[in-house]
């Protein structure tokens, strides 16, 4: 018989919604901004996928478009080329 799969408990603090969407990120302090594509999205932080994952700085502003004003966030983890971080 096989054994049931468990789930973990939802910790999130903010409902997350799926986006696959362009977004981009612009190192803390910097003024050059890297592509990425947002895999979903929450009040409270984002998770996104970037070519250049391991050069996502720890501190950075998440951006909607080139001109927006963006969101300053951290990263709480990697995965490939996957990042989540949450707003700070």
Excluded: H, Y
């Excluded at 890297?34 to 720890?58: E, H, N, W």
């Amino acid at each position: 018989m096989f054994g049931s799969v468990r789930r973990g408990k939802e910790n999130r603090k903010a409902s997350r919604r799926k986006v696959s969407a362009g977004g981009f990120i612009r190192p803390d302090g910097g003024f050059a901004v890297l592509p990425c594509t947002v895999i979903d999205l929450s009040d409270t932080g984002v998770q996104i996928s970037a070519g250049a994952a391991k050069s996502v700085p720890s501190i950075f502003t998440f951006m909607t478009s080139r001109n927006a004003v963006g969101r300053r966030a951290r990263v709480k983890w990697r995965r490939g080329l996957q990042i989540g971080a949450e707003f700070v």
